[in-house]
């Protein structure tokens, strides 16, 4: 990933809470004489340990786990809070639109996991992490086991150790610093909720130059 020094987000456990916090992601992979293949699907961080330990499946019927294969490349995309910037929104007049954002970029080798036990615990966790704060949480544990049994012969089951982590942060870095005063102003007149979020972060990544 193309990163200038300004936008580079070299911490480790920041670019594992972005993926914990956005786990809905794009999985790369070299998928031989077919060239790149690309599955969306949730990703849960199941170790931290070093780069991390990514886990997720896919339904059968998607070819995709034939190259996860424990050798294959994949790459795994992560997008945090993202918007469009104005230039209306800066004070220096001569300026061109311009997109902020935060992604991480997760690179490793998928393999297929055929322990049933440790599987339907994955998807506990997974599903957990998405129920929780509701009042009442839907648990796995409720399921019947001849169930959970039968959906498990529908999905296969992969890991991916994270060897290498790439993160980036783009939030008007480079512009003067009234320029980011008025970015922030922007994104928080917005009626985007996204926007609010984004105009928090790109004031946190320049708090040093606002004073």
């Known amino acids: ?11 480790v456990a920041e670019m594992q809470d972005l993926i914990a916090d956005h786990g809905f992601a794009v999985l790369v992979s070299a998928a031989g004489a077919e060239g790149m293949m690309a599955t969306h699907l949730p990703l849960y961080l199941a170790d931290r340990a070093g780069n991390g330990v990514l886990w997720g499946h896919v339904t059968k019927a998607n070819d995709h786990w034939r190259a996860f294969d424990g050798k294959t490349r994949a790459m795994a995309v992560f997008q945090g809070p ?17 997109w902020n954002y935060l992604a991480v970029h997760a690179y490793g080798r998928p393999r297929v996991m055929d322990d049933p036990a440790k599987i339907v615990a994955r998807l506990s966790s997974l599903s957990d992490q998405y129920e929780a704060g509701r009042e009442t949480p839907w648990r796995m544990a409720a399921l019947p086991d001849d169930f959970v049994a039968a959906q498990l012969k529908g999905i296969v089951a992969f890991e991916m150790p994270i060897q290498r982590l790439e993160g980036k942060r783009k939030m008007s870095q480079n512009r003067q610093p009234e320029d980011v005063a008025g970015a922030v102003r922007g994104l928080r007149a917005s009626d985007r909720p996204e926007d609010a979020v984004l105009a928090e972060l790109t004031e946190r990544a320049n708090k040093h130059r606002l004073g």
């Open 82 to 98: 993202h918007g469009y910037i104005s230039p209306d929104w800066y004070d220096t007049a001569k300026s061109v639109p311009t």
């Open 1 to 11: 990933m193309y990163r200038p020094k300004q936008f580079d987000m070299p911490d």
